[in-house]
């Protein structure tokens, strides 16, 4: 099969992009490494800026939903269960990401999916973003029906619009947001339980006791267990959005290796600590609503925190007021964050389909659009029947990118040591991860949906999680590693005199010939379509090459 090639790859016209796509600033390397000169913040302000965004009230509702539908002994234990799964899971993808300042998708490229094969994860990812922006904007919601008496359908609508002029200008500006505002958050999130524990101890021991809907009471059985344990399992993917941020991490050097473990630690799979004490937080005020609210309302986290208020002021009003203050501040602290990698997952995605990359922003209103959507159609009273079915996808995915980083790359060494991105040196599928990911998944469903008994049925998230980690090495093994990279990148070999940047005395610096832009080496590679280096953007929007350089001999 024959392939259009030019002439002379200096000629051919120089690749376009809109004002956005051109602007780092709103477009915050959607669709590629994030290169060392945009990275200028330090270790502790890019930890702060990935843990604002856990002061989300999601938490709370699902502690809130799960201790009243399957008893305190089945909610507590699967919250703890699943914080410690969570945290395991998040090691791996949290420093590979921060170490090779890649976000989840360009990081799920390289883990054992190919380069069309991880649109499916970006799917998945896209797809928490909205779900859980919707049950935030829900809560958010709530909140201005409570306070202010807005119905709840104008209320979606105005809590999906605010987020949108901060996420336009992306980190720059979230990191801003969330280091202003975390210190008064954490205040009046600890605030309440500390006035309950000195003024009504009682409290404590009620929940201990609280049985909710369950059919045993407050007492421990498996197939509860596996049920809360599904719904809590959805929060896995949450570590794509820790990566959004921590992929700006600065090199880890010898100098700033303390400093550099602890922030990716605590912003990585640390997350899920102050995420699993939230959980907990919200079983505990459900079950002390619940006889006064009835269970209806009891998981609604402005009534919780209405409640709590009350106790520490006493005046009604004024605590309802600063209820709403609290959720505003939290969903909004949430949402842009939602929004944000919700964008960048999109961006992903079509650039893959269509070869076109109109903008980040452009994608961050379709995610908005559906968000609502699902905010209107009620997608709160679901809570526990959309997250405990969503979780048997993400677990999935997340279970095959783990096994590839830590047994396919660091115990049996035949995944890559490094994390290759570029669609040039990728096999558009790898059977490694995205044929682990649909078997998992597809079984995990069925067992969902009852195909193999209620033990499987409540435990399906798991099921899910062990076949993707075990199936991984396992097709890599019986693949030799041979579908992760298609080629290595010999632009340097190919054309050693391409002029750099005129600027720039940095060998690290090429100059793209598709847009001519200047990139960092790490985000370049040799075109034989083109003759000439092209950054890694130009590469996945190529539509005329038909993959030339993973199919003649002579592009290597």
Known sequence: MSHPQ?????LRPKRTFNRWVQNPVLEDYALRYAPKSFRRWGEWTVMNSALGGIAYMADFAIGGSVVLTYGFANAMTAILVVAAMIFLTGIPIAYYSAKHNIDMDLLTRGAGFGYYGSTLASLVYASFTFIYFS???SVMAQALQEFFHIPLAIGYLICSLVVIPLVMFGMTALSKLQMITQPVWLVLMLGPFVAIALQDPSVFSHWMQFGGASASGSHFTPLEFGLAAGVTLSLIVQIGEQVD???????LTSQNRNKWWLAVMFAGPGWVILGAIKQLGGSLLASWIDPAMGSKAADEPIRMYTQAFHTVI??????LALATFFVLLS?????VTNAYSGSLSWSNFFSRIFHSHPGRIVWLFLNVGISLGLMEAGVFGFLNTVLGFYSNLAVAWIGAVVSDLVINKGLLKISPSYIEFKRGHLYNFNPVGFGSMIIAASVSIAA?????GLILQAYSPFLSFVLAFVLAPVIALVTRGKYYIARENAFEHSDRHHETHKHSDSPDELT???????????DVLYCPFHKAPICSLCCSLESACHDLCKTSVSAH
């Open 314 to 319: 006493g005046n009604g009003y004024a605590a």
């Open 512 to 522: 793209c010939a598709s847009c001519g832009f200047v990139y960092e080496k790490v």
């Open 331 to 335: 969903q909004i602290k949430i949402n």
């Open 245 to 251: 941020y921590l992929r700006f991490m600065p090199n």
């Open 448 to 452: 969902f949906f009852g195909a193999f």
């Open 6 to 10: 030019p002439e002379q790859g200096h």
């Open 135 to 137: 049950l935030e904007g």
